[in-house]
């Protein structure tokens, strides 16, 4: 069974801090992504990585930066949080097409 | 215009009923179109694949209407455990990530 976990389920943040978001994913998968997901807004892509080291802006990539030094971890990094950050945060890995997601991380930034 | 569209729903319906949602997509181009699943404070999950000649999975069918740049998904004999959003997607072309619609809600009623 294909396995994504994410470090935190649920984390509360201060405006202006420095936020890490860890996925890590067990099935040798290429691909890695990060969403975000709103109400009424859906997914949407912040970043993802094909490769290890390489990187692809999502569609809404400011305020967050990735790193992806190994193939089995992918880091959402929120430079300096801001309360429009907050939102549920999802990883995802897999193959171009199938994408196995974690449980997800709710993130609130005060 | 949004690269993908659903009707949020919900779409409330009594079981054993038959129930169709639409998606439309923008771009014309597009190759690859899947519907995935989430359940309610759950990751989404793939449900299946649209190929051009259709599909069908058990009590699900999926069909591709090009020329009106739509896919549709019908559940015939609802189950209470259908009850989840339903998520569009479609891999436009000249991309390497999927691009989520943001869902239709069905809740299945006894």
């Known amino acids: 069974d294909v396995k994504v976990t994410q470090s935190s389920r649920y984390l509360v943040k201060r405006t202006g801090e420095k936020v890490f978001l860890e996925c890590v994913q067990d099935?040798?998968?290429?691909?890695m992504f990060w969403y975000r997901q709103d109400p009424g807004l859906g997914l949407r892509l912040i970043y993802f990585s094909y490769d290890v080291k390489m990187k692809e802006k999502g569609d809404i990539p400011e305020g967050y930066s990735v790193s992806r030094e190994k193939k089995e971890r992918f880091s959402l990094i929120l430079e300096s949080a801001s309360t429009n950050q907050t939102s549920m945060y999802l990883c995802?890995?897999?193959?171009?097409?199938?994408?196995?997601f974690g449980p997800g991380t709710r993130l609130t930034v005060t | 215009r949004k690269e993908v569209e659903q009707d949020p729903g919900p779409f409330n319906v009594p079981e054993g009923a038959t129930v169709a949602f639409n998606c439309t997509y923008s771009n014309s181009a597009s190759q690859s179109f899947f519907w995935y699943r989430q359940d309610c404070r759950k990751e989404p999950k793939l449900l299946m694949s649209v190929y051009s000649s259709g599909n069908e999975d058990g009590r699900f069918t999926a069909q591709l209407n090009r020329a009106s740049q739509y896919i549709s998904l019908l559940i015939r004999d609802s189950k209470l455990s259908d009850s989840a959003t339903y998520l569009c997607v479609v891999n436009p072309p000249g991309r390497r990530a999927l691009t989520f619609g943001s869902g239709t809600r069905l809740q299945v009623q006894p």
């Open positions: 995802a890995s897999g193959r171009r097409y199938e994408q196995y």
């Open positions: 099935m040798d998968h290429e691909n």
